[in-house]
């Protein structure tokens, strides 16, 4: 019999994707996702009770919450009440219902905030140096689940990622935005030239399938109250795969930075390790960045032929 799983902001990126994956034709998947019926609102209480009404979840995936930093630096306050008081008002409902299974909060590699070049890779015991309103309500979410960990009868799991990419992202992350161009290009939609930001900073992406397989592990295999990086371990320059893209979809392009998209880059290099999470669940990144960067071309051709 499967166990029932909750997955909270299946609207977004990565819940399109989980959906599509726990509703393919995976007969390993020992996992039902639930479909709430209507929305809820993590900062309302009553909807959420209403929610765990309908459905008695096995296990919760955590990923709903306000993820976009300029917009965390315009409206903290409602950045931290959704990802910190958001959570507590989900553990909360939880508890109410009589919830005693796994709970796998999905934070982020932001949380490490500026990062020594000598800290590199990043492992899960650097202490935490949030740069931006987003981070903080991370980190303190974090700190929040921890604390659920020591003192209720569950299994709460706390996940990193670093940068992830796929088919479906929005176009204010770098990689989707360049592809984007890219195609349009291609299509002779604009002129050969991409407007682009900072794009010689280094980053470790990883694809969304990659992420997805490592949260169903940790739901199955992580350890209570602790923290797993998810990422390639691969550290590589934004304008190396701008280039590849261009590369890949047939088209030379001349690269102008827009000082509009100039924001002050204080990490230079990003690389995680993801050491921990492959000894304790046997994760191994499958996709190779290629592969990747195909189906977020092929992604945004069909867009903009709609």
């Given at each position: 019999?499967?166990?029932?799983?909750?997955?909270?902001?299946?609207?977004?990126?990565?819940?399109?994707?989980?959906?599509?994956?726990l509703?393919?034709?995976?007969?390993?998947?020992?996992?039902?996702?639930?479909?709430?019926e209507?929305?809820?609102?993590?900062?309302?209480?009553?909807?959420?009770?209403?929610?765990?009404?309908?459905?008695?979840?096995?296990?919760?995936?955590?990923?709903?919450?306000?993820?976009?930093?300029?917009?965390?630096?315009?409206?903290?306050?409602?950045?931290?009440?959704?990802?910190?008081?958001?959570?507590?008002?989900?553990?909360?409902?939880?508890?109410?219902?009589?919830?005693?299974?796994?709970f796998?909060?999905?934070?982020?590699?932001?949380?490490?905030?500026?990062?020594?070049?000598?800290?590199?890779?990043?492992v899960?015991?650097?202490?935490?140096?949030?740069?931006?309103?987003?981070?903080?309500?991370?980190?303190?979410?974090?700190l929040?689940?921890?604390?659920?960990?020591?003192?209720?009868?569950?299994?709460?799991?706390?996940?990193?990622?670093?940068?992830?990419?796929?088919a479906?992202?929005?176009?204010?992350f770098?990689?989707?935005?360049m592809a984007?161009?890219?195609?349009?290009?291609?299509?002779?939609?604009?002129?050969?030239?991409?407007?682009?930001?900072?794009?010689?900073?280094?980053?470790?992406?990883?694809?969304v399938?990659?992420?997805?397989?490592?949260?169903?592990?940790?739901?199955?295999?992580?350890?209570?109250?602790?923290?797993?990086?998810?990422?390639?371990?691969?550290?590589?320059r934004?304008?190396?795969?701008?280039?590849?893209?261009?590369?890949?979809?047939?088209?030379?392009?001349?690269?102008?930075?827009?000082?509009?998209?100039?924001?002050?880059s204080e990490?230079?290099?990003v690389?995680?390790?993801?050491?921990?999470?492959?000894?304790?669940?046997?994760?191994?990144?499958?996709?190779n960045?290629?592969e990747?960067?195909?189906?977020?071309?092929?992604?945004?051709?069909?867009?903009?032929?709609?």
């Amino acid at each position: 019999m499967r166990k029932k799983l909750l997955v909270t902001g299946l609207s977004g990126f990565v819940g399109q994707h989980l959906q599509r994956v726990l509703g393919g034709a995976r007969p390993a998947l020992d996992w039902q996702l639930l479909q709430p019926e209507g929305s809820y609102d993590l900062l309302d209480s009553a909807a959420l009770n209403r929610m765990l009404e309908q459905h008695q979840p096995d296990a919760v995936i955590h990923l709903a919450g306000q993820t976009f930093v300029p917009e965390a630096f315009r409206d903290p306050a409602h950045t931290l009440q959704v990802n910190l008081l958001g959570t507590l008002n989900l553990l909360q409902a939880l508890k109410r219902r009589g919830f005693s299974g796994t709970f796998l909060y999905v934070s982020s590699g932001d949380v490490y905030g500026q990062v020594a070049e000598t800290d590199l890779p990043v492992v899960e015991t650097l202490a935490p140096q949030p740069r931006n309103p987003y981070a903080v309500s991370k980190v303190s979410a974090e700190l929040l689940c921890r604390q659920w960990s020591y003192t209720e009868p569950w299994r709460i799991i706390v996940a990193r990622p670093f940068n992830h990419i796929g088919a479906g992202q929005g176009e204010s992350f770098v990689i989707a935005n360049m592809a984007k161009q890219i195609v349009r290009v291609r299509q002779g939609l604009q002129p050969p030239r991409l407007e682009v930001g900072d794009i010689d900073v280094t980053r470790d992406f990883l694809d969304v399938q990659d992420v997805i397989e490592a949260y169903l592990l940790l739901l199955e295999k992580g350890r209570n109250g602790e923290v797993y990086n998810v990422c390639s371990g691969q550290e590589r320059r934004v304008r190396d795969l701008i280039s590849e893209m261009a590369e890949l979809a047939g088209v030379e392009v001349e690269l102008l930075q827009d000082p509009a998209r100039m924001r002050r880059s204080e990490q230079r290099r990003v690389v995680g390790s993801s050491e921990k999470l492959q000894k304790e669940t046997g994760w191994t990144p499958g996709v190779n960045i290629t592969e990747t960067l195909c189906r977020v071309l092929s992604d945004w051709e069909e867009r903009e032929r709609q």
